[in-house]
């Protein structure tokens, strides 16, 4: 079993940056591969950035791609997602996941999730 919560979102301006934190509890953290995903209003939630449980392996959805970083610290058993250069399309509930598969970038490979943490970005 796992909890997961996040924190570190906020109202930013376009251009400006943000970092996710997602804080895990339970002594196998480092058995899980980690993700973010998000979803905005009236929209389905879609995937944004994934690593594996080694942190040698990295995914990210295109629309992120040389603006967010996903990274993992074993040791705080904690999982960030610096985003820079944001946009007002990034406007979201984040969402922290955990899962047993090897890296996961789709909703339904999810064995966890985080409670949310709210990005508003302002043009």
């Known amino acids: 079993q796992v909890q997961l919560v996040e924190s570190g979102g906020g109202l930013v301006q376009a251009g400006g940056s943000l970092r996710l934190s997602c804080a895990a509890s339970g002594r196998t953290f480092s058995t899980y591969s980690m993700a973010w995903f998000r979803q905005a209003p009236g929209k389905e939630r879609e995937f944004v950035a994934a690593?594996?449980?080694?942190?040698?392996?990295?995914s990210y959805a295109d629309s992120v791609k040389g603006r967010f970083t996903i990274s993992r610290d074993s040791a705080k058993n904690t999982v960030y997602l610096q985003m820079n250069s944001l946009k007002p399309e990034d406007t979201a509930v984040y969402y922290c996941a955990a899962s047993y598969g090897a890296i996961v970038v789709h909703s339904k490979d999810v064995n966890y999730w985080g409670q949310g943490t709210q990005v508003t970005v302002s043009s």
């Open positions: 690593i594996s449980w080694t942190g040698g392996r990295t």
